[in-house]
Structure formats: C-alpha cells, structure tokens
C-alpha cells in the first residue's frame, strides 16, 4: 500500500521477534478489505517515549509483546476489566486520544474453543500451566462461560497457587489448584471435559515431548495445546489417536489476531485470509 498523511497505522513493540508472523498476517487482512492501514514493528526499549509517541503521530493501535505487557500498563489511560485482572496487556487502541488496554490471548483461545464446538457450560476443566498464557485464558474463560469446575495444575507452586487465590475471587463457580504430577494428572485430566495446555512442552525443537501419557485421556474429551510450533504437537497427536476432539494452538493465535483486528478497524475480519498466511508460513 501507500502510506500517506491519510494512511493509519498498527504497530508491534517491544520484541518483533516474538510476533514475526503478525505484519505479513495483519497487512494482507487490510489488503483483503482495502483498508488504508499497514501494520510495523517496532524494537522498543525506551517504553515511555514510544507510549507518547503513539499519541503524537496519531498511531491506530499497538500489538504489545514481551518485555512490556506488564510495564504498558503505567502508560494506559483506560484498561479493559478482564485485562486489568490479568494484570498484563498485549493490545492496545488508541482512540479519541485515550489509550485502552486490552489482553486478546484470552479472548483468541475462547474463541478458538467455541469455534470447535467443545463442551463448556457446567463442565470441569484442567488447565496446565501457570504462566502468562495460562494466567490469561483461565481470566477470559472464567468470565466468558459458566464452568462447574476449573482445576490448575502448576510446576511453579507459588505462581499456580497467587493465580488460583486471584481467580477464586473473581469468579463465581469453584477454582482448585495442585502441583503437576503423573499423580495429580492421572486424578483431574480423566473426569474432566478438556484439557487446556499452556506450558511450553512439546515446542518446537523439542517437539517429541509430551506433558502426560495418552493412557488418561478418554474419546470424546477435547485436548487444547496452545503451542503452534509444531502444529500438531506430540500432545495432540496423542489425543487425536485416543478419539479426543484437538483444539491447535494455532487456533488461538489466528483468533487473538482476529479480535485485534476488528477492535482497530470496526469491521469484520477476513478471517480465511489471516489463517491461509499463518498456515503458508508455519508449513
């Protein structure tokens, strides 16, 4: 496109290495609906020059990557509830001079979840992980569906347990924690609906590698591994040969992207187009 004095622009700070896929992914969506919008990256290590200067060159929004979702907080004129409880931000719209905060990781991996049909309402669901990934899911879920149960399984038992204690008290239906184990698996993962990964197991190159023996999955459960490198992790693989409904990770990054998209633009994402140049690159 043409970047003139009539162009908006989308931005990536902090680590492009982190969200490589996302100005390839984002500038074929506005190609696809003509819109007068690009999409850069950014390496930013002065945060609070690069806040300011969103607003001095009129910039649309920002996709916020690691080491700032959690200092981009102090630059924010308004953060979205759910994000607020995350306590991090990886979105950001810039409008009528007002930065608001956003955190679509959740909201991707939600949707990710509905779009395949898995059960939800009034079910349990195992979480593992503790994490960033996991901190955000568990807020978005939590708020979105009406779960009878939601079960966290940590390595970290400090981290797994502040998170619990913060979801107990935002969320209406009880919430339980315990340390990963073959034991604590082999209790929770069997008698509940799904199995929501968010650890980095099974990452490309270790991607032989698989956080529990396929042995406590049963058919029918649904089995989503964030991880999206591979794209069909060993984990997935494993469910996929028990008869468990697979959720990719990859699902969720397309979807978070999709939700940025339509927060910046106000219209309906091509979301076909977004998934074929994700799919194109990581093949």
Known sequence: MKIDG??????????????????????????????????????VEDLAAAMAGVKGLNLLGLSVTIPHKVAVLDYLDEVEETAGKIGSVNTVLHKAGRLIGYNS?????????????????????????????????????????ALKEMVLLGIEAEECGRLADDLAKALPFPVRWEPMSLETLGRHVPD???????????????????????????????????????LKTRLLREAESVGCRIVPGVEMFIHQAVFQFELWTGEPAPVDCMRRVVMEALS
């Open 105 to 145: 990781d959740g909201l991707g991996a939600v949707r990710a979840l509905r779009e395949a049909d898995v059960p939800l309402t009034d079910e349990k669901v195992t979480i593992l992980g503790s994490g960033g990934a996991a901190r955000a899911i568990a807020f978005t879920l939590g708020k979105e569906v």
């Open 6 to 43: 009539k162009s908006r622009i989308c931005a990536v700070i902090g680590n492009p290495v982190e969200h490589s896929l996302s100005p390839a992914l984002h500038n074929a969506a506005f190609a696809q609906k003509k819109l007068n919008m690009c999409y850069v990256a950014f390496r």
């Open 192 to 230: 509940s609906a799904g199995l929501i990964h968010c650890t980095p197991v099974g990452m490309s190159p270790r991607d032989e590698q698989c956080v529990l023996d396929r042995q406590i999955l049963r058919p029918g459960q649904f089995v989503f591994d964030i991880v999206y490198n591979p």
